[in-house]
């Protein structure tokens, strides 16, 4: 959903696809009518009306999900209520690289296994195909292609889709707009020939703002009402969505929209710097609690490490089962207490210390305890509340190495686990140099030495933690005042 280019080695490694596509002929269904404006009627659909859509699309930028983590994700959604999950990963090349490509017989059998386990959870699969950086639209061939491709997916007994144009560039012009809505609307149109329950959802490739541009004019007067679509809020990476903001938008676009909630996704944070690998792992928040009475549908987008995502997902879940009395601190520590299991205290401390996002600042403490520490000197450092911190972060990678209920989780945290667990260790040595210099001891240039390297080491990693800064900032003031 974002602009994001990765480099070909991630993309390589990722997607890599060793399968040669086999033919698929085209339906016969297709119609000869290239691209009617409007219906001359409205299209009727044996669907009943869908009950509200809320849930998950897998639609970030990096390597997809394994079955087994789709797989986990469905389940949970199952137990927290949430109806509904995309499936639009950017790096599936069957998905919009390679659109017009059937997917081969092993790729397909690994999207029939996806689709079974929404089926086994009662979860509405929604299948989302990017066609837009290549097709030409008025194409009768391509329209054929992707049609193949529509149905490939349908033979599955998928009957919700996605026409998705985000993330294509060009300019966002009114011919653009009129373009891509005919396309939406002769899929919808020739696909409810013979399939009335045939359902679709259009991304555009403006999602996000609140102001008036020629794009969403000609969207308004040229795609069929029947489609709803996709708008992230006010911004890609939006910090609060509200219900006046989508009531516009809805206007604008002159259809029913579906928020893409760019939360907790992560895939930008893996650009070169100054941006670095982040978890983000604290609660949602700054979403309207009359949002669901406004929009058709709501879906989180969440980050590439999938079990990890589940505790920005659980606090997701609770603010649309019940908006009116959603307690984002509440359901964050309900959250951490069910995924932590006994490791909870160490995953309640490592969530905290990731939980700074575009939404809201970090919730760790450990800034306030260090200036706390500096402003009320203890006699006796080991005994200080920062100590206990410390101590907490440095046994935090094993205790929840061995404590975490789903292995799965730690492994996915792993390397920002021993990055905070060498921080809390880093906090302990620095605490050491600082007491003993307190006390007059001579202090061994080993001692002094060995602080500078492992701060070196904190310091020239990749990865990001709310921590990090603090911490270093802390030792250096230890070195200082050893000066």
């Known amino acids: 959903m974002k602009p994001i280019l990765w480099t070909a080695g991630i993309l390589a490694a990722g997607l890599a696809a060793t399968s040669i596509p086999h033919p698929l002929q085209a339906p016969s269904i297709v119609s000869k009518a290239l691209a009617p404006a409007r219906f001359s009627e409205p299209l009727q659909s044996e669907a009943s009306p869908p009950e509200f859509m809320d849930g998950v699309v897998e639609g970030f930028y990096g390597p997809d999900w394994t079955v087994a983590n789709t797989e986990a994700i469905l389940a949970f959604m199952a137990q927290h209520r949430l109806n509904t999950f995309v499936y639009a990963p950017k790096y599936?090349?069957?998905?919009?690289?390679?659109?017009?490509?059937?997917?081969?017989?092993?790729?397909?059998?690994?999207?029939?296994?996806?689709?079974?386990?929404?089926?086994?959870?009662?979860?509405?699969?929604?299948?989302?195909?990017?066609?837009?950086?290549?097709?030409?639209?008025?194409?009768l061939p391509d329209r054929k292609l992707l049609l193949a491709k529509i149905n490939q997916i349908r033979s599955l007994g998928v009957t919700h889709f996605m026409l998705s144009f985000d993330d294509i560039g060009g300019n966002l012009t009114a011919n653009l707009a009129t373009e891509q809505s005919q396309l939406a609307d002769w899929v919808l149109h020739t696909e409810r020939i013979h399939h009335p329950n045939f359902e679709l959802m259009f991304t555009p490739t403006l999602y996000d703002g609140v102001s008036p541009n020629p794009y969403w004019a000609a969207l308004k007067t040229s795609l069929y009402q029947g489609i709803n679509v996709i708008w992230t809020g006010p911004y890609v990476l939006s910090q609060t969505i509200t219900s006046s903001e989508a009531k516009t938008a809805q206007a604008l676009m002159?259809?029913?929209?579906?928020?893409?909630?760019?939360?907790?996704?992560?895939?930008?944070?893996?650009?070169?710097?100054p941006y670095h690998p982040h978890l983000f792992l604290g609660p949602v928040v700054g979403r309207s609690a009359g949002l669901k009475k406004v929009v058709a549908a709501y879906f989180f987008n969440p980050m590439l490490q999938a079990q990890a995502s589940e505790v920005a997902l659980w606090t997701g879940a609770a603010y649309l089962n019940h908006p009116d009395r959603y307690q984002p601190r509440v359901s964050w520590?309900?959250?951490?207490?069910?995924?932590?299991?006994?490791?909870?205290?160490?995953?309640?401390?490592?969530?905290?210390?990731?939980?700074e996002s575009f939404l809201s600042p970090s919730i760790n403490t450990l800034s306030a305890e260090v200036a706390n520490f500096w402003t009320k000197l203890p006699q006796y450092p080991k005994k200080s509340g920062l100590f206990k911190t410390f101590t907490a972060m440095a046994q935090a990678n094993a205790s929840m190495k061995a404590g975490l209920p789903d292995p799965t989780l730690y492994q996915q945290i792993a390397p920002w686990s021993r990055l905070f667990s060498e921080e809390g260790q880093l906090g302990i040595d620095a605490l050491s140099v600082w007491s003993q210099a307190k006390v007059g001891r001579n202090l061994s240039a080993s001692s002094v030495q060995d602080l500078k390297a492992l701060e070196s080491t904190v310091n020239k990693s990749t990865l990001s933690l709310d921590t990090t800064a603090t911490v270093v900032g802390f030792v250096n003031t230890v070195l200082d005042h050893l000066n």
């Open 333 to 355: 520590q309900h959250a951490l207490s069910s995924l932590g299991g006994k490791a909870a205290p160490s995953f309640r401390l490592f969530a905290a210390a990731n939980s």
């Open 254 to 273: 002159g259809h029913r929209i579906v928020i893409w909630d760019n939360y907790p996704v992560n895939d930008y944070t893996y650009l070169e710097a």
């Open 92 to 139: 599936d090349p069957y998905q919009r690289a390679d659109w017009m490509k059937p997917y081969p017989p092993k790729n397909f059998a690994v999207l029939a296994t996806i689709v079974h386990a929404a089926e086994r959870n009662h979860i509405t699969f929604v299948y989302s195909v990017s066609p837009g950086l290549s097709i030409d639209y008025q194409s």
